[in-house]
T-cell receptor, first 115, second 115 residues
């Protein structure tokens, strides 16, 4: 079945450092890919998405490019802020296979940014 | 605020008991998804309803059931509770009216503690 693997955390960075969180996926169809963010005590919020190969999703300075050849969707940000501290989840949706837009999530990566 | 509401926020109950979690989707959204977030299993899809009908099932135990009512709110029923059912339960909604990636909007979750 479908699966998502993302780098283990926790990740601790200094403010203004460069962020990369790796995410790779396994899917039989042509999934849509997502990054969700979960701030402490809150639900998940969609950060960005990409629906086909070579699409780049971007939001709030975060970017990720859908790479079909490497089955990857790595999250990057050029300069992190303390307010970016959260747990980040990579996810896919493979409606053709599943008949539904249900999300398959990675295990999450906790990011802590220190001043 | 995603527009998805969940009640209650916290629930503490004993093993063997039954509880009901409630979710109200965003106005106009026809699809409701239920997810379970636990430390050992991560975020897992449980079940989806679309306009009152079950659309997809994931890793949902037989002791768990759900339904979606004519006003589109949904309830997740958990019975014969075990310690391992302690988790955060999220509801998400999406319009699912057309093609492409269907964003899901998550509620704040219900934290269930089974003692």
């Amino acid at each position: 079945g479908d699966s998502v693997t993302q780098m283990e955390g926790p990740v601790t960075l200094s403010e203004e450092a460069f962020l990369t969180i790796n995410c790779t996926y396994t899917a039989t169809g042509y999934p849509s890919l997502f990054w969700y963010v979960q701030y402490p005590g809150e639900g998940l919020q969609l950060l960005l998405k990409a629906t086909k190969a070579d699409d780049k999703g971007s939001n709030k300075g975060f970017e990720a490019t859908y790479r079909k050849e490497t089955t990857s969707f790595h999250l990057e940000k050029g300069s992190v802020q303390v307010s970016d501290s959260a747990v980040y989840f990579c996810a896919l949706s493979d409606r053709e296979r599943a008949g539904s837009y249900q999300l398959t999530f990675g295990k999450g990566t906790k990011l802590s940014v220190i001043p | 605020d995603s527009g998805v509401t969940q009640t209650p926020k916290h629930l503490i109950t004993a093993t063997g008991q039954r509880v009901t979690l409630r979710c109200s989707p965003r106005s106009g959204d026809l699809s409701v998804y239920w997810y379970q977030q636990s430390l050992d299993q991560g975020l897992q899809f449980l079940i989806q309803y679309y306009n009152g009908e079950e659309r997809a099932k994931g890793n949902i135990l037989e002791r768990f059931s759900a339904q979606q009512f004519p006003d589109l709110h949904s309830e997740l029923n958990l019975s014969s509770l075990e310690l391992g059912d302690s988790a955060l339960y999220f509801c998400a909604s999406s319009p699912q009216g057309g093609g492409g990636a269907q964003e899901q909007y998550f509620g704040p979750g219900t934290r269930l503690t089974v003692t």
